[in-house]
């Protein structure tokens, strides 16, 4: 299994009246996240964009155990359970800075062969940089 | 069971640098439609925040099925598939100007007291405006 | 001058923890009154840039005065006050359900040939549709 | 003259289908980078709130001289030109990785007594902090 830290603090804007983190914000930390888990790597997501591979995410979950806060640095632990096929996995945990863990979740992405408009297989740099942690 | 019918345009800035509405915007689009199948109800969400009753979600989840593409008007069918307790569940079903099934989402969401900080049972007034569809 | 009126109702995701609409999202308020202004002439923006045209905002201006807050339906008039050139002016004038204006904007955008990637005249059937107006 | 440095990797959900970050997106760029200017003052926008102390926004200008990119570290420098009355002006200019001007922009804020629901004169300790850069 890959793991991966990384750190976000939340924007003014990205609350709510409720005063939290507004829900739908999660996934853009998640994208963040998984982001910097792939630059980890060796690689970076915008590099598999520009030589014609694109992620889509095909599902998201989410749990919501306690509200992020305006101004907290939160701390979001990325996985990668699996060694990726045409579909790659990331599950996130999230915690606060009183390391609380406050949101669970998952995104199922697939590899999608931009020129050719249909899913690939994962590309075998990102296997190979994968394959020391499984 | 109860169903409730909304239409949102895609807007400029929801979309990414792939064209598609980015997946973490479609937890605004879930807001929208529960909020409106709230008011067909014959109350609002903003009305029972003021009367000290707060909803947060405690789940999401989301199924990517195909893109939703710049200014295409969407249809969100959402439903409430039973009678809440001191939880709400939402169903979505969203569909494309083609009427093509684009996204399935589901949300879990918590009745809250915001003065004794604390779940609570859903209001007699929401139970009872929901009773005819049971 | 061309005056066209557009109402967007604010959502929870969009305020923030002061209870307000979130500065930063008048500016995807102005982009769908000046979308729907353009579609009112007759063209739509989506179809522009089909046809190889975009329009990348170069100057915006905001005066908030007066917030707005959740679910309030608000009143966009947007103007066209002068014939377009390569550049195209629109300002905003927004207002709460109370009728008391909230805010004052403006935004200078270009007209951009994609393909030749440089800016251009505004095109034909854009200055046709809005010369009745001047 | 106070002056501070941020910077801030465009995130894939803030850019839009032209495949620029979206110019909604440039208000909370600036939002982060003057927190952060505040807090190397050793003060926090936050710990203001605490106080009864808001910020709210009163007007915006933007200048976008060239599109930024997804996955670009921006720098942004975040200028308080003046000493704060019962405003605070901030002016920020925004460099890409080819250290290329991008944007210009500047927001005028004003200090709100949350209690007495109306402006106040920026607090002492504000002024203190700031007093050796004029």
Redesign the interface.
Known sequence: MYIHETQI?V???E??????L???????YY??AR?EAIRNLGT???EMEETGI?L?????????VK?AF??ELLTIKTYIPQMPTTRILFDYEITNPKEELINIGSTVLVFYDINKRKPMHAPDYVLESLQKYF
């Open positions: 603090r924007r003014y804007g609350t709510d009246k409720m005063g939290y507004y829900y739908g914000n999660y996934a853009h994208e963040v982001v970076s997501y915008k694109m889509p995410v095909l599902e998201l979950k989410s749990k919501f509200p305006y101004d």
